[in-house]
């Protein structure tokens, strides 16, 4: 029989910063965490992003809990850099990090305590009083159910495979998708020597520039995220008209939808390095959105028929929680948790969920102050004695 006793820790689901930054602030205020990772280090995701990527967010505003991020990293943080970062934080704040462990399921106890039973790797069974699911907010690339996926017979990658331009030098690129990933992507390859790329576009995107005037498109993030969103919309169609050139003769209008309620609906503005000046020069040509997948063609949302190289597919991501929580009713129609933070689901008490959102102020930062919100509720539930043998 699983039972629950004192010694027992909090268990973190995944080494990315949001389960790092839990598990230090817990470790800061004497409660036991034990962080699981199914990869062999820290900060897996973001090994595995393409060579050009910088945070969006700056270096001030993207430190997790307790450890600064260097200096000599520079205002916008690089991927390989990111990955330093979490690495020395997990060594500094001698957090217990087990590699090669990925849980599957999570189970209330039924002995009544109240704690959890995690099914991991190797048919271990283990027992915490709390669990925070930690997963990241990219967790399993999603390609689009399009007719003749199956049996296109192109070069087709999601974007997550993609490193860096060299592999698409004199080639004939479509880049699907101009959120953050895609743009950035589109832009890399226009510079890295692509004979061609054209970027497909359903929905047309926010476009902010990432500086202006010195002051990071962060920072107005910040202080706009509480206000009424009709306010953010209007404030936000105005600085667009002053900061970003109106592309609708190159296929990119400005949107029809304002800045707050596309957020509210889960997609953030894009932040141009590089995209605007290389739509203007037609480097990257705008094209309809994706439809269908035809042989070696693909079939566009306005009935052009086009054939490239190579297709990126910056489609997005599933969190992929379902085999994980999905029978425990705390997913909403989208699999994504209904609550988060240091909030639990009422059905689920000690249950928690952080990284899981995609703010306009920052990701990082409000992976941050989640962590110090989740690790204060579950030191409330801790006992002085067990706090101190943590």
């Not at 999570?106 to 069974?125: K, N, P, S």
């Not at 192109?154 to 860096?164: C, I, K, T």
């Not at 400005?254 to 020069?281: E, H, N, S």
Request: charged share 25%; hydrophobic share 40%; with cysteine.
């Amino acid at each position: 029989m699983v039972t629950t006793t004192p010694q027992e820790p909090v268990y973190v689901i995944g080494a990315g910063p949001g389960g790092l930054a839990v598990a230090a602030t817990l470790r800061a205020r004497g409660v036991r965490a034990v962080v699981l990772e199914k990869s062999g280090s820290v900060g897996t995701s973001w090994r595995g992003h393409y060579d050009r990527l910088r945070l969006h967010t700056t270096r001030r505003l993207s430190a997790l809990p307790g450890l600064r991020i260097p200096r000599a990293y520079g205002r916008w943080v690089a991927r390989a850099d990111v990955v330093r970062y979490l690495e020395a934080y997990a060594e500094k704040h001698e957090l217990d990090v087990v590699t090669g462990v990925e849980v599957h399921r999570i189970e209330r106890a039924q002995d009544g305590t109240g704690g959890w039973v995690l099914h991991a790797t190797g048919g271990r069974r283990l027992t915490g009083r709390a669990v925070v699911v930690a997963t990241g907010f990219n967790h399993t690339p999603r390609l689009p159910d399009w007719p003749g996926l199956d049996t296109y017979e192109g070069d087709l990658v999601h974007a997550r495979e993609y490193r860096n331009p060299e592999a698409y030098a004199g080639r004939d690129v479509l880049v699907v998708g101009v959120g953050n990933t895609g743009a950035e992507i589109a832009a890399d390859l226009a510079e890295g020597g692509a004979a061609r790329v054209r970027i497909a576009v359903r929905t047309v995107p926010h476009i902010v520039r990432r500086t202006t005037a010195g002051w990071p498109a962060q920072r107005t993030g910040v202080l706009i995220r509480r206000l009424p969103p009709a306010l953010v919309d209007l404030l936000g169609t105005g600085m667009n008209r002053l900061a970003v050139p109106d592309l609708a003769a190159h296929g990119l209008p400005r949107p029809d939808t304002g800045l707050a309620t596309r957020a509210r609906a889960g997609a953030i503005p894009v932040q141009d390095v590089g995209l605007i000046d290389a739509v203007r020069t037609g480097k990257v040509e705008v094209v309809a959105a994706v439809e269908a997948l035809e042989g070696r063609e693909v079939v566009l949302a306005d009935g052009t028929r086009i054939a490239p190289d190579a297709v990126i597919a910056a489609t997005g991501y599933r969190r992929a929680l379902e085999p994980l929580v999905g029978h425990l009713d705390v997913l909403d129609t989208h699999g994504r948790p209904r609550v988060s933070g240091p909030r639990c689901p009422r059905q689920a008490p000690g249950l928690y969920f952080t990284g899981f959102v995609n703010p306009i102020s920052g990701m990082l930062r409000e992976l941050s102050r989640d962590a110090h919100r989740i690790s204060r509720r579950i030191a409330r539930t801790t006992p002085a004695r067990e706090r101190k043998r943590g």
